[in-house]
């Protein structure tokens, strides 16, 4: 992983929400936003960044995989970079003030759906002769954050931690992890948390900040 750009790509992703957020409040009397926004602001984002390389990527919301017998299953957001040999999987959660504990936990979840997920899947996505096996794969889990009670300035403390020196314990405790098989090793997934503050005048004067938080990492290797 490329992790100056891919700390570019957050750089880009943060100034499109100040860029929105400076215009427009599309929410109705609250800062809910839905977490949907995350993905395709990433996406989009990563987007303007190949672009400026001349690179050739594909993307699409909503990828379908399989879930057992069902497949009714799906990642957010899915990122191709064929020029670079490169795929991102991304998932995002709304880490609103009422809901941190069982939001951190889905997207601990989302981490190991991303981990388990088979390299067969992408065989299946090829018009022509190509094979996942020359792509590097990785797995993205978005969220964002307001610093409204003490329990998510806690919480962003808790990140910043994890940014200014990642562990597979601070991982595990983070996103509820209870077992030894989910652990995060950071040795070897080559391991990206970021975040970022939005800076908006909307809430300049409030005692409250509004932060985008971001763990890319390395996925292993499935059939």
């Known amino acids: ?30 800062n809910g936003f839905n977490e949907h926004n995350q993905t395709v602001n990433f996406m989009i984002a990563y987007e303007t960044v190949a672009e400026e390389n001349n690179e050739q990527i594909s993307t699409w919301y909503e990828f379908q995989i399989s879930n057992g017998t069902k497949r009714n299953n799906r990642i957010d957001g899915l990122i191709i970079n064929h020029t670079k040999r490169e795929v991102y999987l991304i998932e995002a959660k709304r880490f609103s003030k009422n809901n941190l504990p069982k939001k951190q936990k889905e997207l601990g979840n989302d981490y190991t759906r991303i981990e388990n997920l088979g390299l067969g899947r992408f065989e ?13 794969v990785f797995g993205v889990l978005l969220f964002d954050l307001w610093t409204e009670t003490p329990a998510q300035e806690g919480l ?4 910043n931690n994890i940014c200014d020196n990642p562990s597979s314990d601070l991982l595990s405790d983070f ?40 763990l890319i990492w390395g996925k292993s290797n499935k059939e």
């Open 124 to 136: 299946e996505l090829f018009y022509e002769k190509e094979s996942i096996s020359t792509y590097k």
């Open 156 to 159: 962003l403390k808790n990140w």
């Open 175 to 214: 996103f509820y992890f209870n077992n030894s098989d989910s652990k995060i090793d950071c040795a070897k997934s080559c391991l990206l948390p970021i975040v970022r503050e939005v800076i908006c005048n909307r809430w300049k004067d409030e005692n409250y900040s509004y932060f985008l938080g971001a």
């Open 1 to 30: 992983m490329d992790k100056k750009r891919m700390n570019y790509v957050v750089d880009a992703y943060q100034a499109r929400y100040s860029s929105v957020l400076n215009k427009i409040w599309p929410t109705m009397g609250s």
